[in-house]
């Protein structure tokens, strides 16, 4: 049976983008990628939603890490080499090997998935790792606290709903960024 892991890189105060949709300062350096791509090695599946899915496929084409660092070149194989299950009414079809399109998320359907995985799978976007950790799917969760503050935006963790928490690991790096990892409690 297959794990199915949350992560994120967020804001000390807690968001994946500003109020303005903007991200760049999530960026890994190289220490943070190289320990990201561990994490990432365990992983046969991806579930995303559209959004995530537009931003993640860009690891499919060769001119994203062509002449990138190892850590980039890496995780582009790493993400070439699991499926991908992607949620989206609007999609038509796949812009990436070994990925599907799902018109509804449907957790019980992913419960079953959860089951029969011979590898781990994550959940990537934050509205649609809400629905998955409401619905009691998620085991654990890794975020990436970087060292700004944006004020507002897209919360990384779901809001209106409890979820208790008991920490496995924690990590500082040298850019400041910390990790914390997450067993979510049943």
Same mark, same amino acid.
């Given at each position: 049976? +297959?794990?199915? &892991?949350? @992560?994120?890189?967020? @804001? ?5 983008? #500003? ?9 890994? #350096? ?19 939603? =559209? ?9 499919? =084409?060769?001119?994203?890490?062509? *002449?990138? &660092? ?35 998320? #449907? ?14 799978? &994550?959940?990537? +976007? ?19 606290? @970087?060292?700004?503050?944006?004020? *507002? ?22 850019? *400041? ?8 409690? @049943?």
């Amino acid at each position: 049976m +297959g794990r199915l &892991t949350y @992560s994120a890189i967020a @804001s000390l105060d807690g968001y994946v983008a #500003d109020d303005q949709g903007t991200f760049d300062w999530s960026a890994p #350096d190289e220490e943070v990628h190289r320990f990201v791509n561990e994490l990432e090695r365990p992983v046969g599946t991806y579930l995303y939603g =559209r959004r995530m899915y537009e931003v993640m496929r860009a690891w499919e =084409r060769q001119d994203t890490v062509a *002449g990138g &660092t190892a850590q980039l070149q890496d995780f582009a194989r790493l993400w070439q080499a699991a499926d991908k299950v992607v949620y989206s009414r609007t999609l038509q079809g796949p812009s990436s090997a070994r990925t599907r399109i799902e018109r509804d998320f #449907d957790p019980e359907h992913v419960r079953r998935m959860k089951a029969a995985a011979p590898h781990d799978m &994550t959940v990537g +976007g934050p509205e649609l790792a809400a629905q998955a950790i409401r619905a009691g799917l998620v085991d654990d969760c890794h975020l990436f606290l @970087s060292p700004i503050v944006v004020g *507002g935006g897209k919360p990384a963790l779901p809001r209106g709903t409890r979820v208790d928490l008991e920490l496995l690991a924690e990590r500082r790096f040298g850019s *400041g960024v910390v990790h914390l990892h997450y067993r979510i409690r @049943s």
